[in-house]
T-cell receptor, first 110, second 113 residues
Framework: GNSVTQMEGPVTLSEEAFLTINCTYT??????LFWYVQYPGEGLQLLLK?????DKGSNKGFEATYRKETTSFHLEKGSVQVSDSAVYFC?????????FGTGTRLQVFP | DGGITQSPKYLFRKEGQNVTLSCEQN?????MYWYRQDPGQGLRLIYY???????QKGDIAEGYSVSREKKESFPLTVTSAQKNPTAFYLC????????????FGDGTRLSIL
């Protein structure tokens, strides 16, 4: 079946460092892909999405490119801030259901 | 502002009791979902509904029940048959169309006394 694999955390960075959180997927066809962010004690917020191969989703300085050759959707940000500390989830849309990775905790220190 | 409202934010249950978690949306979305989140794990789908008066089991439906009598509302009942109900429960909704993202509420944390 379809699945999503994320790198294990926590990822610990200093402010202004470059961020990469790896996400790979297994799927039949080309599902839509998403990154969600969860701040402590809150629900998930949609961060960005891509609906077809080679699409690049972007929002708030974060980017991810839908790579069908490597079945990947890695999340990147050029300069992280303390306020980016959260848990990040990669997900794919399987017909009408979201399949999530296990989440990656990001900790950014001043 | 449109959104999804979950209540209560914190809920405590005695063993053997059923409890109902509320989820209301004013986004005019067709589909609604319930997820369970445990520490260090991703979200797991409990139930979902694509249309009023219809719903389907997700991956971990045992010990849970739902109803969808109105488009705006999708309450989840955690029954006494659910042996390990302590978790963070998230409700979501979406437009029922290919590629559309799901929008989430702020969750309800359920604990056993």
């Amino acid at each position: 079946g379809n699945s999503v694999t994320q790198m294990e955390g926590p990822v610990t960075l200093s402010e202004e460092a470059f961020l990469t959180i790896n996400c790979t997927y297994t799927a039949t066809g080309y599902p839509s892909l998403f990154w969600y962010v969860q701040y402590p004690g809150e629900g998930l917020q949609l961060l960005l999405k891509a609906t077809k191969a080679d699409d690049k989703g972007s929002n708030k300085g974060f980017e991810a490119t839908y790579r069908k050759e490597t079945t990947s959707f890695h999340l990147e940000k050029g300069s992280v801030q303390v306020s980016d500390s959260a848990v990040y989830f990669c997900a794919l849309l399987d017909t009408d259901k979201l399949i999530f990775g296990t989440g990656t905790r990001l900790q950014v220190f001043p | 502002d449109g959104g999804i409202t979950q209540s209560p934010k914190y809920l405590f249950r005695k063993e053997g009791q059923n409890v109902t978690l509320s989820c209301e949306q004013n986004l005019n979305h067709d589909a609604m979902y319930w997820y369970r989140q445990d520490p260090g794990q991703g979200l797991r789908l409990i139930y979902y509904s694509q249309i009023v008066n219809d719903f389907q089991k997700g991956d971990i439906a045992e010990g849970y029940s739902v109803s969808r009598e109105k488009k705006e509302s999708f309450p989840l009942t955690v029954t006494s048959a659910q042996k390990n109900p302590t978790a963070f429960y998230l409700c979501a909704s979406s437009i029922y169309r290919e590629g559309q993202p799901q929008h989430f509420g702020d969750g309800t944390r359920l604990s056993i006394l």
